[in-house]
């Protein structure tokens, strides 16, 4: 069983992050100053607010084991040193889903970025005073079929649908499928669905500004 802390000053986010953590069956804890320098062998993953991060150096030392809670992206967490040493990033208004997801995926070894955040990481530091015009997650990483295959995925249709809707065979689909998979770096359809809806919603704030 997974043994999550939080470090979360906020009551009312700590108690939601707590109860979706709780529920797949991880052991979920506070953290507080009486527990200096036993924080490392008591843990599996840490969701630390990014200003703790530099204002408590015990942390340094769960190594790729922290996740990053970060507001949005006009948080300095953007600009520091500690955005190379996480594991993961979550927003404080991500879905509840969003920090299980995280959490399954560093106690796995790998790494999370909330889709919502994925131009910041891309546009490297200093990415929150001004974010960039984001561009698409296809760019230049797909053949323009696997791109098709890609959109019609992150409509929600079916590899049967997409098979239809192309008129290729379903094999054919399902290879292209698990290419895109692969190329973009997601783990699942959903995944690649939140990524592409992540990207208009972008796209669109940055229209209007």
Not at 15 to 26: K, S
Not at 27 to 48: E, I, M, N
Not at 66 to 91: E, K, M, T
Not at 146 to 170: C, H, K, T
Request: proline content about 8%.
């Amino acid at each position: 069983m997974g043994r999550i802390v939080l470090v979360i000053s906020s009551p009312s986010l700590h108690r939601r992050v707590g109860d979706a953590l709780t529920a797949p069956g991880w052991g979920v804890a506070s953290w507080t100053k009486t527990q200096r320098g036993r924080l490392t062998p008591a843990v599996d993953v840490a969701v630390v607010e990014s200003r703790a991060l530099a204002a408590e150096p015990s942390f340094a030392r769960l190594g790729t084991r922290v996740i990053a809670l970060v507001n949005g992206v006009s948080d300095p967490f953007w600009r520091s040193p500690s955005r190379q040493s996480v594991a993961g990033v979550v927003g404080r208004d991500d879905p509840d889903h969003g920090y299980v997801a995280a959490v399954r995926e560093v106690l796995s070894g790998r790494g999370w970025i909330s889709p919502e955040l994925v131009p910041c990481v891309l546009a490297g530091p200093g990415a929150g005073q001004r974010p960039p015009a984001p561009q698409p997650p296809t760019a230049g990483r797909l053949t323009g079929r696997e791109e098709d295959v890609a959109v019609l995925v992150a409509e929600g249709l079916s590899n049967p649908e997409i098979a239809d809707r192309l008129s290729v065979e379903l094999s054919t689909v399902k290879f292209h499928v698990s290419n895109v998979l692969r190329k973009l770096g997601c783990r699942s359809r959903a995944q690649l669905a939140a990524v592409f809806h992540a990207y208009d919603r972008n796209a669109r704030a940055t229209a209007v500004k």
